[in-house]
């Protein structure tokens, strides 16, 4: 059986576009249905392209979409022999697809019988908590530096934007760990002399340049590191861990001062506070506002429409 593939298109519009427009005009309510029903398509295929993406999986679906493309040009050709050849691996698909994709099908089935859902649906932990936990990621990481006297400069970049600092180094946007971050700056390897960037949640860039502060009030025995801290810290507004390669001392630069000799709770402190607790709390506080200024309009128009 040949799929007919070169259809009457003209007929095609007529008896199936036109009359569910027509439908629509007649219920308009349909349209949301619609919407919502396209909209969770899109999302579910969303979701599972991203799921396999760089898997094996993937070279599997472009040659699946190859293989759809050359039956719909040969039905529309009218190439029989190889419309027929093309048909019958297609009626065979979707067996093909189940062994094909049975760990992604396997995967995604068991998180859906977890509470990883919202992990399935690309949903992932909130950015206050992502971001608490690779605040004691980078203490650790600054804590096993320290200990090995292993010079480092973590910048972690906040509201302010610093892609020309990114830039001047070695992109890796990864997830932050205290294993890569300890791995980078050790000594001798390609990445250790710079600073690693830190932005929305990921290292951005190892061996990054960053301006050094000239002031003269800065003390004359702070050696480069700490100086380039202070400056990234004055022209922008990141903070800063520098640990020291002479004396192992872990220090934080923010808004252009250094906080010198601090300890490991009092790192994760100075970052929590500076990072977390400041930003949240803020955005937390302006959407409150909004939601307070929405509800006294809505009380002034009912109130307008009474009288």
């Not at 919502?36 to 999302?43: E, G, M, R």
């Not at 973590?154 to 890569?180: N, Y």
């Not at 990054?208 to 810290?233: Q, V, W, Y």
């Not at 022209?235 to 808004?255: C, F, L, N, R």
Request: aromatic share 6%.
């Amino acid at each position: 059986m040949v799929i007919n593939l070169g259809m009457n298109w003209e007929n095609f519009y007529k008896d199936n576009i036109m009359s569910y427009i027509k439908s629509l005009q007649a219920n308009p309510l349909e349209l949301i249905t619609l919407l919502l029903d396209l909209a969770i398509v899109i999302f579910l295929l969303y979701c599972f392209l991203k799921m396999v993406k760089g898997s094996r999986a993937w070279q599997l679906i472009k040659g699946i979409a190859l293989l759809i493309i050359a039956t719909w040009i040969s039905g529309l050709f009218n190439l029989r022999i190889l419309n027929w050849i093309l048909t019958g691996i297609m009626n065979l698909g979707v067996i093909a697809i189940i062994v094909i994709f049975q760990p992604e099908l396997r995967r995604g089935l068991e998180q859906l019988g977890t509470n990883k859902l919202t992990r399935f649906f690309g949903i992932d932990k909130d950015v206050s908590t992502k971001t608490k936990e690779d605040i004691y990621k980078i203490v650790i990481a600054a804590t096993e530096l320290s200990k090995a006297k292993t010079g480092a400069l973590i910048v972690i970049e906040r509201d302010i934007k610093i892609q020309d600092i990114i830039a001047t180094g070695i992109s890796m946007e990864a997830e932050v760990s205290p294993q890569l971050l300890v791995n980078i700056f050790e000594p001798k390897t390609p990445l250790h002399d710079g600073a690693v960037i830190i932005s929305g949640n990921k290292i951005a860039a190892a061996a990054c340049m960053l301006p050094l502060a000239d002031d003269k009030d800065i003390a004359k025995e702070l050696g480069t590191r700490h100086r380039a801290a202070i400056g990234i810290s004055k022209e922008a507004d990141s903070i800063v861990v520098i640990v020291s390669e002479e004396t192992g001392k872990m220090s934080v630069a923010k808004d252009g001062t250094l906080i010198a000799d601090v300890r490991e709770d009092v790192l994760k402190k100075i970052l929590i506070s500076n990072i977390v607790t400041k930003r949240f709390t803020a955005e937390k506080k302006e959407r409150m506002e909004k939601a307070k200024k929405m509800k006294e309009e809505i009380k002034k128009e009912n109130k307008q429409e009474s009288k």
